[in-house]
């Protein structure tokens, strides 16, 4: 169950989405073990200790369900350790609708690994590969979680490309919500553009990040592009945006493309607001694929479970 609007309802993030993907696609591998060096590239000890023990220290202070927070550091987030599971789950949250189940560790440990995978085939020379990861990773930053993220999978491609010889690393993150963490992570760097194209934030979660005026600090001044579009949008609004991005992962000069991709865009999608189709993501993904450059692919949003394995295969037929 997720907070939702004031309420407990189901959790839309669950894994009959993996099922539905897995059912719809031709080839499909486990990946293999890469550990836990890669994913440290991305994120602090302190947080990935609290992500592996969470559920157990909630159930030991007598709770039943799945843990969340409730009270949170917003002024002078420091790093205290007061060694309180409600404390800690401030501390390392940005959101309530993230509840940390005892698989939760698990599951996003293996589906930084499946990102990994998909890396390591694209730097062997393979155009393109896709990390099936569920959790989604792109709202989480390196010492937080959030909008049912809890590793950043494409932050950790990205790290993995650069360790593995990539110079300039291109992320473009299609999902229909801004990619908060992701663009935290990389806030400051001027080896990684991120590019996201998002429901504006003045309408939609997570309302505090996204807007048009945020273009990244320090040496990552200007490489962070945000692309707001108003809810409703179809094919034509959203290709004029598709089309600034990419022309901007060309200007940096990206020798590596990473994309988030979200079938939350979908106009069936239960809780967002673009009209997309099926039919169109094999254009959006044949735009992007046009960039000729090595492309991961991992999977974010989506919660129209019935369509979602085809509008994932409609995304990926764009690279075949
Ligand atoms: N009414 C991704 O698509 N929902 N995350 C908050 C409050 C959070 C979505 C609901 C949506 C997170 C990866
Ligand atoms: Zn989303």
């Not at 492309?295 to 075949?320: H, K, P, Q, R, S």
Request: proline share 5%; glycine share 12%.
């Amino acid at each position: 169950m997720e907070l939702h609007n004031g309420a407990y309802v189901p959790y839309a993030e669950h894994r009959g989405r993996m099922e539905n993907v897995l059912a719809a696609l031709e080839r499909v591998e486990a990946p293999r073990d890469c550990g836990i060096e890669p994913i440290r590239r991305v994120h602090g000890d302190a947080y990935l200790a609290f992500l592996q023990t969470a559920h157990e220290r909630w159930v030991a202070a007598g709770r039943s369900g799945d843990a969340h927070g409730y009270a949170w550091p917003v002024v002078g987030r420091r790093p205290l350790k007061l060694n309180r599971i409600d404390a800690d789950l401030g501390q390392f949250s940005f959101d309530a609708s993230s509840p940390i189940a005892a698989g939760t560790w698990d599951s996003a440990y293996w589906g930084a690994q499946a990102a990994l995978a998909a890396t390591g085939a694209v730097l062997g020379g393979d155009q393109a590969a896709f990390a099936l990861c569920r959790p989604p990773g792109h709202h989480c930053g390196a010492d937080y979680l959030g909008g049912y993220c809890f590793l950043n999978n494409i932050a950790i491609a990205a790290e993995a490309a650069i360790a593995g010889g990539k110079r300039r690393v291109a992320i473009l993150d299609v999902d229909y919500h801004h990619g908060n963490g992701t663009q935290d992570i990389f806030y400051d760097r001027s080896d990684v553009l991120f590019v996201s194209i998002h429901a504006d934030p003045a309408t939609d979660y997570p309302f505090f990040w996204g807007h048009a005026d945020e273009r990244g600090e320090g040496a990552g001044q200007g490489a962070t592009l945000n692309l707001p579009l108003p809810r409703g949008t179809a094919l034509p609004e959203y290709r004029a945006a598709l089309d600034t991005g990419l022309q901007a992962v060309r200007d940096f000069g990206a020798d590596m493309l990473c994309v988030s991709f979200g079938a939350d865009t979908f106009s069936g999608d239960p809780i967002t607001q673009f009209d997309l189709q099926t039919a169109d993501y094999t254009p959006i993904a044949r735009a992007i694929a046009e960039l000729g450059l090595p492309t991961v692919i991992t999977m974010e949003g989506g919660y129209a479970v019935d369509a979602l394995g085809i509008n994932v295969a409609a995304f990926l037929a764009g690279f075949g």
